[in-house]
């Protein structure tokens, strides 16, 4: 579901052509639709509804602080994972008490400030971490609000091993069995331990993984209360999937909602208030980059088409070995949704490898990409890449990172301006004086 379509031969994001915005903005460019983001949020909101769940945008996915003031006024809460992010969340008008704060790493003074704007809970990811926020809730006279994120060694076969979270080898989450003592009343002065979290891993395409993740979550709740304990929210993490590829079914976030929901039903009626952290779900296929190819090279086997964007501007081909749909925004004859329309058989198309202009073997976007012929000045849209791209972006090989625009029906916004040259010395300047 998404507002990216070609209307006689040009793409369009929303009613703006995509070209256009490449024209006035410059390339790479990271564009997004604001009714896209709207709709995700309300399809979540539809396929979650039997458990009215707080949503909380994991803002990791992509900040923007534009795309974040867009989802709060959605009813968006957010998942934050550092003081940079809660920062972040606040800036764009996020209310205090619709935020949850995760990361294995949380620093003194990133709880400090959590506890000062009375944030809606944390996910404490160890025993040390919570005796940390214990101690700072005391120093500042405040009560913590702690969820325990577990570790229940629950592991979707599908979900590629460098995001998942869930198995009892990664380093999140407390290991169940240690968890249950945790929860004891009066064993902490200052954190009520009134939550459990868990995040198994992104995307997680099977809704079994979570089914088996609230199953530990329903035990371990059942035990606390037994021995006294309170728990008043559940929340089950994010990794609900996007939509890569051309064959994918657009977001197949109906029925996976229903058998998480079932599964969610006891929980939900015994009062505990559900929470999910969608990050790509919402964002991922609200987003494209239009990147300019610079030339066409000819290799040993076949044509090489080097973009203006590349590892540097999206990290995810090179870190995850992910698959994007590539496709130009000019496509003569081309009409109707990008996936229908992208990746066609039947165009004369030339095989290619399409790759970024950074000095690094890695930097490929796609090897072998069956494309329309390509020359220099064309300008491509690399789909889906809404959710881990410009948050991913580095400014490696000394390229200041894209612009971002919001296009909203006719209205386009630059959301974040292009980083010059300037911006990246700013911070070193100084470091020559007196040498
Ligand atoms: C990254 C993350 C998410 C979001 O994952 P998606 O795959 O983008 O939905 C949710 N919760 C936590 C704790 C995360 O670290």
């Not at 579901?1 to 460019?29: C, K, N, W």
């Not at 160890?126 to 009560?143: N, P, T």
């Not at 240690?178 to 009343?185: G, V």
Request: aromatic share 6%.
């Amino acid at each position: 579901m998404d507002h990216f379509s070609y209307i006689d031969g040009a793409l369009h994001v929303e009613a703006v052509s995509a070209h256009s915005l490449a024209q006035r903005f410059g390339t790479p460019l990271y564009v997004y639709s604001a009714q896209t983001l709207r709709d995700h949020v309300a399809a979540l909101r539809q396929a979650f509804a039997p458990v009215a769940p707080l949503i909380c945008y994991s803002v990791k996915s992509c900040g923007n602080l534009s795309v974040l003031q867009l989802l709060v006024r959605q009813g968006c809460g957010m998942d934050v994972v550092s003081g940079g992010e809660l920062q972040r969340a606040l800036a764009a008008g996020a209310a205090p008490d619709t935020i949850v704060f995760a990361g294995v790493g949380k620093s003194a003074h990133d709880i400090r400030m959590a506890l000062e704007h009375g944030i809606l809970m944390f996910n404490a990811e160890s025993e040390a971490e919570l005796a940390r926020i214990d101690a700072i809730a005391g120093q500042l006279g405040k009560r913590a609000r702690v969820a325990l994120r577990i570790n229940p060694d629950v592991a979707d076969a599908a979900t590629p091993d460098k995001t998942a979270t869930g198995g009892r080898h990664t380093k999140f989450g407390i290991p169940l069995p240690r968890a249950l003592p945790l929860y004891r009343p009066g064993r902490y002065s200052h954190a009520d331990v009134c939550g459990v979290h868990i995040h198994l891993g992104s995307p997680i395409p099977d809704a079994a993984t979570y089914v088996a993740g609230i199953r530990r979550v329903e035990q371990l709740v059942g035990q606390v209360e037994a021995e006294g304990g309170r728990i008043d929210t559940v929340n089950i993490g994010g990794g609900f999937p996007a939509s890569y590829a051309t064959d994918d079914a657009p977001l197949p976030l109906a029925d996976t909602g229903r058998v998480i929901c079932a599964q969610l039903a006891g929980l939900h009626a015994r009062g505990k208030r559900i929470v999910i952290e969608p990050g790509r779900a919402i964002s991922a296929n609200a987003g494209l980059l239009l990147a300019s190819v610079e030339y066409v090279k000819q290799g040993w086997d076949r044509g090489i088409a080097i973009l203006d964007a590349g590892m540097n501007t999206l990290l995810r081909p090179a870190m995850y070995g992910a698959r994007h749909v590539i496709w130009p925004v000019a496509d003569a004859g081309a009409r109707g949704a990008w996936r229908t329309v992208a990746e066609r058989r039947d165009a004369a198309l030339q095989v290619v490898d399409v790759a970024g202009p950074i000095c690094e073997t890695g930097d490929v976007f796609a090897l072998a990409r069956p494309l329309p012929p390509l020359t220099e000045g064309d300008v491509l849209a690399v789909f889906s890449c809404g959710a881990y791209g410009m948050s991913m972006a580095s400014q490696y090989n000394s390229r200041g990172r894209p612009a971002e625009v919001m296009v909203d029906g006719l209205q386009v916004r630059e959301i974040r301006a292009r980083e010059t040259v300037a911006d990246l010395l700013s911070h070193e300047i100084a470091g020559l004086r007196g040498l």
